[in-house]
């Protein structure tokens, strides 16, 4: 059983999806970990995502999909988390595709809903506590207009085979892991 984690930049996706793995007993799957893992292995698909990060490229869908497929053939009794995985609708897409052929469903793909202001709030706050200047409101609301626009043709697709569910990202910590644990819970009693 997969269950997918989206949200905007600053939503907190990480952290719930820690949270939910351990709640549900399940594997957290972060592309970034996955992508960074293979590197420092020097596995094959590792060797062949470092030459487009070394060129400072964009590693392709077909190889972060094949580290997925990996991971996921590495077996997880209690099903897995996807945190950062699926971006757009491509992606998506193949991950159906790749799901089915390992016999694998999605149980819910949940939706961290934050409001912009608060976003920029988060991120400048986090910007400021690591030292960092590059998070500027400017390009943080730069980077949330991205998102929206790759984004939404992805809630769209989950919103229309009935697994989007969201939440309401802004509170506590663990007030929100609460209301995602709850969705997920739920949707992973009854796989679709």
């Known amino acids: 059983m997969i269950w997918i984690l989206l949200g905007p930049p600053g939503a907190g996706k990480g952290t719930q999806a820690k949270m939910l793995a351990e709640h549900l007993g399940a594997e957290h799957v972060s592309t970034g970990d996955l992508l960074r893992q293979a590197v420092a292995e020097g596995t094959e698909l590792g060797r062949k995502a470092k030459s ?3 060129a400072g490229e964009l590693v392709p869908d077909e190889l972060i999909l094949g580290m997925v497929r990996e991971k996921l053939g590495s077996g997880s009794a209690g099903g897995w988390i996807l945190d950062g995985y699926p971006r757009n609708r491509v992606q998506a897409e193949s991950l159906a595709g790749m799901l089915g052929e390992v016999g694998e469903t999605i149980a819910c793909v949940v939706d961290l809903q934050v409001p912009e ?4 709030r988060r991120i400048a706050g986090r910007a400021a506590d690591e030292g960092r200047a590059d998070d500027t409101e400017e390009t943080v609301r730069n980077r949330l207009r991205v998102y929206r626009e790759q984004t939404q043709p992805l809630i769209d697709y989950y919103g229309g ?4 569910q969201a939440v309401d990202g802004v509170g506590g910590i663990e007030e929100i892991g609460s209301r995602v644990q709850a969705v997920a819970g739920a949707a992973g009693r009854t796989p679709r």
């Not at 202001?117 to 920029?120: A, F, I, N, S, T």
């Open 117 to 120: 202001d608060e976003l920029v």
């Open 161 to 164: 085979r009935g697994l989007l």
């Open 52 to 54: 487009f990060m070394e």
